[in-house]
């Protein structure tokens, strides 16, 4: 899933959806300057997807350009996603039904905990 507009919470967003020790997982990255991919367009990994920084809370008008970046278990019914955990107590943590996985953790061991 895609989102090209720069406005709203998240402004321009990726969902990416993985296969992960055998669980399906997406990744979220949010407040995007610019999209390399679309909807439905199937992606290998080190692919160029986006251009971080610039949209949605992530301009510089409310929280200072960033990356938000997420790996979670459960997307919203209409496919999308806000939300993020900023404290992990291990390398997981469930909140509101949603388990989000500490991205460090998966990036390096290209595994969930």
Do not use: E, M
């Not at 900023?86 to 969930?112: E, I, Q, S, W």
């Amino acid at each position: 899933a895609c989102s090209s507009s720069a406005s709203g919470a998240n402004g321009r967003y990726i969902i990416i959806q993985h296969n992960l020790n055998g669980k399906t997982v997406y990744s979220f990255y949010a407040h995007l300057a610019s999209l390399n991919v679309y909807s439905g367009q199937t992606v290998s990994k080190g692919a160029r997807i986006a251009t971080a920084g610039g949209s949605g809370y992530g301009s510089n008008n409310y929280y200072g350009t960033h990356l938000h970046f997420a790996i979670v278990d459960t997307l919203w019914s209409n496919g999308s996603y806000y939300g993020y955990s900023t404290y992990f107590t291990g390398n997981k943590t469930t909140y509101g039904g949603v388990t989000y996985y500490n991205p460090v953790y998966v990036v390096n061991n290209d595994r969930l905990p």
